[in-house]
Every structure is written in C-alpha cells, then in structure tokens.
C-alpha cells in the first residue's frame, strides 16, 4: 500500500516546531495518530497545504473553568460546547478543565455530572481536575482513589474563599493521598485570613469599588500562603503545583524553593503578562471585568513572570478562563452596588491565551518558539499524564495541531471570538499571528474561520500519573515519609 492511500490526512510544505527543534517537513496522518513526519510525502484523502504556516503542536489548556458553579453559587457563561469551541478557535486542541465538588456532595456524583455534560458538548478532547472541598474519611480512603485510578490524576485545593477553603491539616491529608496514588496537588495559594482582614476594613471605611479588590488581595497574600504550601509539600516530600503565579514575591519565592532541592511546579497566566492593577481602577463598575484573584499586580511583577516562564520557574502557561458575564448572572449581581466582595472572580481568556503569548512572545523576541510550544502544550502533556498522546509532533502521538498564519494581524474585540461571556479585558489590543487551521486527533476542526466538527465530537482522555521513564522520580529526603508509611517519591522537573 503506498502513502497516497494510506494517509487520510497530510499537511505539507510547513514549518514544523516541537518543544525541541524547528524544520521544515510534511505530516502523514492515519486513524487521526500521526505516521509518518518527511519531506515530499504525497497527499493523502484529504490534503492542506501549510505553505507559509508554522505548524505546531495543538495548545493543551490545563487550568480552565468550563460550565462550573463557582463557590458563590455562580454559573459560568461558558459550557462545554462554547467553552471548547472558542479554545479550538485560540489553538487549543485538549483542555482540562475542572469537576469541582463543593462540600456536602459526594465525589462520584460530581464526576459523573460533569462527564455528562462534557460528553454531549465538547468539540475537542478533555480531561477533569477535581476541586476538593470536603477531604472527609470516604473522600481519602475511597472516592479519591477511585477517581484517580480512573484517570482524574490531579486535585485542586484552596487556601481561600470560605465555601471552599482547607487549612493546613487537611492539606497534608490530601498531600499524603496524592503521595500514596501518585497524583498532583494543585494549590490556589492565598492568605484567606490577611484578604479577610483587609477587606473588612476596606469595606468598614466605604472602599467598594473593583479596584479594592486589588488591594484586598495583597501580593503577601500570595507569597506567604505560596511559601506555607511549599513547606508542607517539603514536610512529607510530595510534589505540589501552584496555580496562576501573579507577584514577582511568589516567583521569587518558587524559585528559590527549587533552588533548595523542593520538588515544586507552577504556572501563570495572560493576565498576569498583559494586565496591572491600574487597569482595574476604572469608573463605576467597569474595574470588574478586570477582577480575578490574585489580581494582576504591577510592571514589575509582569518582568518577573515573563522571567519565570523563560528560566523555568513557571513551567505552564494556562488561560484560568473563568467566564463571567458582566452582568447580575455574573460579575454584577447587585448592578451597580455591586462591591469588590460580592462580584464573581475571574477573567476570559480561553481563545486568546495562545495568540497574546505567540505575538508578545515569539514575535517579540522574548520566548523562542519551542519554548512557546513547552509552555503552550508539551509540559502541560508531561504533567498532567498525557504525553503519550498529545503535547508534541511525533510519530505515535494524536494528530493535534495548529497551523499558524505568523503575519496575520488583528485587533482584539469581543466581537470576534467564540465564548459566551460578552467581553474580553484585551479589547482593542493589537497581535500579530493566528492559528487558522485546527486539527483535533485528524479531524479539521476549524478552517476558513468556521467550525468544521459537531458537539460532542471530543473525546474524554483518562490521564495516567506522570510517566516516571519521561520525568522520573527521586526519593525524597528525610525520613517523615516512610516513618508515615508514604511512598516518598517526589517529581523532577520537567
């Protein structure tokens, strides 16, 4: 059988980059798995012609929120279709976003509500993080096993927000769980009881507008509660993930947790390159769109976590796409007398994580671009239990892929993307390169600004623990771990 009848799929005449080296080269795809990477390959059922595109790998999305109810009781504007299909119109091919149990509910019943709804939504691949809430004994000693077993191999805990909240016991619990099963501890790392403190008084002398919301959510929140999780990671030798990185303080304070020999893992977000605080200090209401936490800080900040994504400090850039409509569903609920405490937290940014990092990055000449494509997928693959599949372009691997126009220009409006939240914080902001052609497992899932696949067409991939042959492992100094009968293993970084 020759390669014309064997390919359904090639992609020829692009340029190719992985996390490691660029050429030029075309792509044979087969039962949606790429087979063959070469020069001169012959089309195949179907063809595209990637002259003049970069081809990369399709972005892999490992912190987003997609058709959750938030802590307050909020709905997100996005489900899993509007959700899914605005990531594959930014170049996102796999997204993991959250089944986030809020206490009283039991683990099970969580995971197969948002499976549901996934399954008959999602137009590209997806995985689950669990949101824990409430580590009570059949949570530790049954339903998190069972789910990580299953597949759902990582787990978000908070230091923050009262319906949501662990302190410092149930933290090691979950810890010395994820220790024995092999899983991630994802940790939102801010001082509950300091944002507590300054919001009272803020609120006490008539201070409501958005822009507290900044000043409540101190940057020493962030970097003492981050310290405090990487002290308890430490203590009994288990790796853990600090989520959306925003202060220079809490890189600092990572990387010298590195430094030490702690086996600790962070990313960050759009928000935290292309936002400040000043932009929150608008009239009226208009700061909440603005509003996430932690809030975006300073220029300094922003130096410090481009910085962080360059050194390896922050191996993982996500969206946090917390999708809020400006609105009494979302981030208004009483209109204009809304205060900083009461809106919802969160910004987009699900179709627009990719291109701002592409244009302010690559382009600019900060990040190259296979360390756009480590930050963008690759890492997120080797962390959370998927590169077996995806996060690169090899033979073997899904055909996942982005192919990027680098000289398209466009100016940023709500208008021209996919979500359902009516705004975007990067209005009128200019950026150069796009991906026009998004290919999911084979399938073309968006081409000519149009999508070409139905709802529910994803696939949910069950995610293994980290591959100790691709990142490997080490045992962990000290002996707490094996006197407390852990397995004692802690993670190299990738």
């Known amino acids: 059988m020759n390669d014309a009848q064997t390919f359904d799929l090639t992609i020829r005449g692009g340029r190719i980059s992985t996390d490691k080296e660029t050429f030029d080269a075309d792509i044979g795809v087969k039962d949606g798995v790429i087979v063959k990477i070469a020069p001169c390959l012959p089309a195949g059922r179907e063809d595209i012609d990637a002259s003049g595109r970069w081809v990369l790998p399709g972005g892999i999305d490992s912190h987003c929120h997609i058709e959750q109810l938030s802590g307050m009781g909020l709905m997100c504007a996005d489900d899993f279709y509007s959700g899914t299909v605005s990531a ?10 959250f089944a986030a149990q809020h206490r009283g509910k039991r683990i099970p019943d969580v995971i197969a509500d948002y499976a549901k709804r996934a399954r ?7 995985g689950f993080h669990l949101i824990l809430s409430d580590p009570d004994e059949q949570a530790l000693q049954h339903d998190l096993p069972q789910a ?41 790392a801010e001082n509950h009881d300091m944002i507590r403190w300054i919001a009272s008084r803020l609120l006490d002398q008539g201070h409501s507008a958005p822009k507290f919301h900044a000043v409540a959510h101190d940057a020493l929140a962030e970097s003492e509660a981050s310290h405090r999780a990487i002290a308890l990671s430490r203590l009994i030798g288990v790796p853990v993930l600090i ?39 608008l009239p009226g209401v208009e700061g909440a769109k603005f ?20 050194d390896g400090t922050l191996g993982m850039y996500s969206s946090d796409h917390a999708p809020y409509r ?26 627009l994580r990719l291109p701002l990092l592409f244009s302010e990055g690559v382009l600019s000449g900060r990040i190259s671009i296979n360390e756009f494509v480590r930050l963008s997928s690759t890492n997120h ?40 939240v009516g705004y975007t914080p990067y209005e009128g902001r200019e950026i ?15 081409q000519d600004n149009q999508l070409q696949v139905q709802r529910g067409s994803g696939q949910y991939i069950a995610r293994q623990c980290p591959d100790p042959a691709s990142i490997g492992y080490q045992p962990a100094r000290g002996n707490l771990p094996s006197l407390l009968g852990l397995k004692g293993k802690v993670w190299q970084s990738i």
Request: proline share 5%; aromatic share 8%.
């Open 88 to 97: 594959a119109f930014g170049g996102t091919t796999t997204i993991i976003p």
């Open 120 to 126: 008959e939504k999602a137009v590209i691949d997806y």
């Open 148 to 188: 990580i077993r299953a597949g759902i191999t990582s787990l978000k805990v908070y230091m923050t927000y009262n319906a949501l909240k662990l302190d410092d016991y149930q933290l090691l619990d979950v810890m010395a769980l994820a220790g024995r099963e092999g899983a991630l501890v994802m940790i939102h």
């Open 243 to 281: 989520v959306h990185v925003a202060g220079a303080e809490t890189v600092q304070t990572i990387r010298n947790a590195k430094l030490l020999g702690a086996q600790i893992y962070a990313e960050s977000c759009p928000q935290y390159l292309f936002l400040t605080a000043e932009d929150i200090d």
């Open 291 to 310: 509003c996430c936490s932690p809030p975006p800080r300073d220029a300094k900040s922003q130096e410090a976590v481009w910085e962080g994504l360059k």
């Open 326 to 351: 400006f609105d009494a569903s979302g981030k208004l609920p009483h209109g204009a007398d809304t205060s900083f405490k009461e809106m919802a937290n969160g910004v987009p940014g699900i179709e």
């Open 381 to 420: 693959a080797h962390m959370y239990g998927l590169s077996q599949r995806k996060g690169n372009i090899a033979v073997g691997l899904d055909a996942d892929l982005a192919l990027w126009d680098p000289q398209r220009k466009r100016t940023i409006s709500s208008a021209m993307l996919h979500d359902n």
């Open 432 to 446: 150069t390169g796009w991906p026009e052609i998004v290919i999911s497992r084979g399938r073309v899932v968006v």
